[in-house]
């Protein structure tokens, strides 16, 4: 199993980046401030405006260290990286495999049924903590988990995936009315509903956020595989939407996304102070961000042990876990997709 590797984020705005004795530097107002070994990088994410040197760009291409560029909300703006790797004939099945309904629809059924299970667990694990409060909050988180098991058995009826799309809507809005039951925060920040482009509560705007940061490790993790991140079989293909890394995220967003988003707020992690508004629209700010931030990376680092797979591994190579399964399953090694399920 691969290593799990850095990413390489910054946050400060105007700061420089540059490569030097096979370390990556980042110098603001022209003093260094920090390096770090390329070794140990797999990705570089800028927020807002910074620059880098050109070398960098050759440099990060040869070390197989892709580049992406956020604005300083987190809103994605593109991204750089090197040469294709893998092996050709891997994503030929994949865009071949595009073309099978029955195929296409059957890596849905997995995904979602997966995505429901976390979905679920996390609602029973929220009632069990809500008995103590309010029995009305925990029955709430009892009866958005069955509806979830209902919609579940629902999928396996669906003829096509545009029916398979209608069942996880009407699931995602069951579960989502039950998220102000699982905060309990001292702040008092409420979610009301889900919000995304632009968020309107700062709920939303750290979801958004760690939602931004899962889909960039899962495209890194698929590149890495040696499959097309864009090259999706539920969510509906756009040029520029890495749709396939959106459709692999679905079963994780809940429990490496949502989870973390609850216990910052319910810990109290999150101030007003973390939070801008602009427009209408309320934003993580560089304080915010590395709040998250920090949040982020010591979750990737805590180990569990994958359901399928049996080994230890280090949450943040749950991507890379599930992308190498999916390979799997393109070369024929698998019959079937097995969803990562928190158990």
């Not at 049996?310 to 943040?316: T, Y």
Request: hydrophobic residues 40%; positive net charge; proline residues 4%.
């Amino acid at each position: 199993m691969k290593k799990l590797q850095e990413t390489l984020y910054i946050l400060t705005p105007d700061s420089y980046l540059f490569h030097r004795n096979e370390n990556i530097c980042v110098s603001i107002g022209g003093e260094e401030k920090a390096r770090a070994p390329a070794s140990r990088v797999d990705s570089i994410v800028l927020f807002g405006k910074n620059t880098f040197s050109t070398s960098l760009i050759g440099f990060c291409g040869d070390q197989g260290i892709g580049i992406a560029f956020l604005d300083a909300n987190g809103r994605f703006l593109g991204r750089v990286c090197g040469p294709v790797s893998g092996n050709v004939l891997l994503r030929k099945r994949q865009y071949e495999r595009m073309n099978d309904a029955r195929f296409s629809q059957s890596v849905a059924l997995n995904m979602l049924c997966g995505k429901f299970a976390n979905s679920k667990n996390v609602l029973l694990r929220h009632a069990r903590n809500a008995r103590d409060r309010s029995e009305s909050q925990a029955q709430r988180l009892l009866q958005a988990a069955n509806k979830l098991s209902a919609y579940a058995r629902q999928l396996t009826e669906c003829e096509d995936m545009d029916a398979m799309r209608g069942v996880e809507g009407v699931a995602a809005s069951a579960y989502f009315a039950c998220f102000d039951d699982m905060l309990e925060c001292p702040q008092g920040y409420v979610f009301q509903a889900r919000s995304r482009r632009p968020p309107t509560n700062e709920v939303n705007a750290v979801l958004s956020f760690a939602y931004t940061l899962l889909t960039h490790r899962m495209v890194s993790a698929l590149e890495a595989v040696g499959l097309d991140p864009a090259a999706g079989y539920m969510h509906t293909l756009r040029p520029g939407r890495p749709s396939f890394a959106l459709d692999m995220i679905e079963e994780l967003r809940s429990p490496l996304c949502d989870r973390l988003v609850l216990s910052l707020f319910n810990k109290g992690q999150l101030s007003k102070g973390d939070f801008q508004r602009a427009s209408g629209a309320v934003y993580l700010n560089e304080k915010g961000r590395k709040t998250v931030l920090s949040a982020w990376r010591a979750r990737c680092q805590e180990e569990i042990r994958h359901p399928f797979l049996q080994e230890k591994l280090p949450i943040g190579m749950i991507p890379y876990a599930q992308s190498m399964l999916f390979a799997r399953v393109l070369r024929g090694d698998l019959d079937a997709y097995p969803a990562f399920v928190w158990r």
